[in-house]
Every structure is written in C-alpha cells, then in structure tokens.
C-alpha cells in the first residue's frame, strides 16, 4: 500500500528503464483480470509498477485508454481494502485523463463515485455519475460501444446506491427502475468488464445493497436471495459475488443471525478467499459475529486465519 501511495504522489518523468508504455494496456488487462477474480493481493503487488508506467505514459502521449484503466483499477482496489482517501485521489486521476471522452469519462464516473460513497459523500456521488449519464446520453454522432448498455446500468446503480446512502428511498427506487429497464430493452444480456456489470443479477444485487442502506435488512435478504439462486450469479465474476456476500452479512447481523453472516462470509471465502482477508467490511462483520456468541467450527477457523479472537 505504501508504494502505492508514494506512485501516486510522484509527479516527475520515470526513469528510461521503467516499464515500456506499448505493454501498459496489457498489463492493465491482466491486472483487471487478477481483480475480477479477487486476487487483491496480486493487484496490490502490480499497481505499483503499474502506476509507474501510468506516469511515463502520461509524458508520452500515450491513448488514453490504459491510463484510464489503471487508475480506474486504482481506485476501486483501494476503495473496496479502506482506503477511500487515496482511492478518490486515483479516481480523480481516471477523471483527467478521460477528460473529452463520454465513454471514458463515464467508466471513470464509476470509480469517482464509489470513491466518494465510502466518503460518505452521497450527494456528491449521486451527482458525479448521473452527470456522467447525461453526457453519454446526449453527445451525437458518437458509435455505440459493445459495454455502453452495461456502462449506463452502472452508473445508474451507483447513483442509486449513493441515494440510498443519503437515505433518498424514492430517488434510488427510480433509479434502480431505469437501470431494470435498461437491461430489458437489451435483452437482459450479462456483461462484465473492469469493473462495469451488466444485467438483470447485477440489479438485484445493488437492489439488496441499497435496502440494506436504507435499514430495509429484511427487503435485502430476499433480493439477496432470488439472485443467488438464479443461473446469472454463477456467471458474475468471483470477485463482485464474493463482494456482495461480505456486504449481506451485515444485513443478517442487523436481522440478528450471526449464523446466516457467518455463512455468507465463509461462502465469500470460498469464492475469493481476498475479499474475507484483506478487506475492512469483513474483518468487521467477523468480529461481531465472534461476539455474538458461540459460532460453528468453519468460522472460529477463518476468525483465526484473520487473527481474530474472541473477547
């Protein structure tokens, strides 16, 4: 984390024998690669040199395309292991560089506006990605990419999340609605790309998400599960079921079943061990689970793997 830190707070040219600029793109493919499937520890261990050549490429000229995916993968790994601060920095870097591109600026929208959600600055998140819908909305004469439909769902979800957030029932109800009614005008296609999810699961998911903002822990329990007992969560990434599941434990805490949490987070475990062991959210459910009482034998396990004990 701290060679992250210091990559993004360098500002002058690299030295000639960093990476070369030609190969970023294809380690930034291989890096989002690593993230989908939740092998944050390998990103971690990438970003660093990866934001280095970010920076050659930005004294070169180099498309802007690679440099909006690093920062963007920036962004959303440091957001998602609490680190919202720099992970916003990042964001803002995405933001630059996409500047002039609808379809770029909107990718890194999606970033910008997680970032200022674990900021707690919903408003300001709601904001950043409904403009970033306008301007894929309005801009002519422009050819439609083959992730558009999946990249407006996105930001629609993020908005509604972060209305949610800022307690807006209404504001994220409608948004969800245009976000399902997107997905049905394109055949309830699944997509997945760096971090852009596409579909009828992907909106369940940030439906339950959402009432769990609102306090509505009991609605996102049984979103949770009509998505998960559907055939598109299977095809979701590692990395996004993972995810949720660390997110739904907190609403089976809420509910008063810490076994149910339990539950979802070994099953997160499973799926993409990085997000129960590196991330805040989990280490925090774990250790309300542990203090509810006595819990099965799996989670005093992955408790102890996490160092945690009961106290």
């Not at 440091?78 to 920095?89: C, Q, W």
């Not at 560089?97 to 770029?104: I, Q």
């Not at 061990?273 to 819990?295: N, Q, S, Y």
Request: hydrophobic share 45%; with cysteine; aromatic share 2%.
């Amino acid at each position: 984390m701290e060679r992250i830190r210091a990559a993004l707070a360098r500002h002058d040219p690299p030295d000639a024998d960093g990476p070369v600029v030609r190969q970023l793109d294809d380690q930034a493919g291989y890096a989002w690669a690593a993230y989908r499937k939740g092998h944050h520890p390998q990103v971690l261990r990438t970003l660093p040199d990866l934001l280095t050549a970010t920076r050659q490429a930005s004294h070169t000229g180099t498309a802007a395309d690679p440099l909006v995916r690093v920062y963007r993968l920036a962004a959303q790994t440091l957001v998602k292991l609490g680190e919202p601060h720099l992970g916003l920095l990042a964001a803002d870097r995405a933001m630059i560089a996409a500047t002039g591109d609808p379809h770029r600026t909107g990718l890194a929208a999606v970033s910008l506006a997680q970032a200022l959600r674990a900021l707690r600055r919903g408003r300001l998140a709601k904001a950043a990605a409904l403009s970033a819908v306008h301007q894929l909305d309005v801009t002519p004469s422009r050819a439609l990419l083959a992730d558009e439909p999946g990249l407006t769902e996105t930001l629609l979800i993020e908005a509604a999340l972060a209305a949610a957030t800022c307690g807006d029932a209404a504001i994220a109800h409608d948004l969800t609605e245009r976000a399902v009614d997107l997905a049905a005008a394109h055949g309830n296609r699944q997509y997945d790309g760096d971090g852009v999810a596409f579909g009828p699961v992907a909106v369940t998911l940030a439906r339950a998400l959402a009432a769990t903002h609102l306090g509505d822990h009991h609605r996102a329990v049984t979103l949770h599960r009509h998505a998960a007992n559907g055939e598109g969560w299977h095809r979701l990434p590692a990395e996004h079921r993972a995810a949720h599941l660390v997110d739904i434990a907190r609403a089976h805490l809420d509910l008063g079943d810490p076994a149910a949490a339990g539950r979802a987070l070994l099953t997160a475990d499973r799926l993409a061990p990085a997000e129960t062991r590196t991330r805040p959210a989990a280490r925090a459910a774990l250790t309300t689970i542990l203090r509810t009482g006595p819990t099965c034998a799996d989670v005093t396990r992955l408790a102890a793997v996490l160092g945690l004990t009961r106290q």
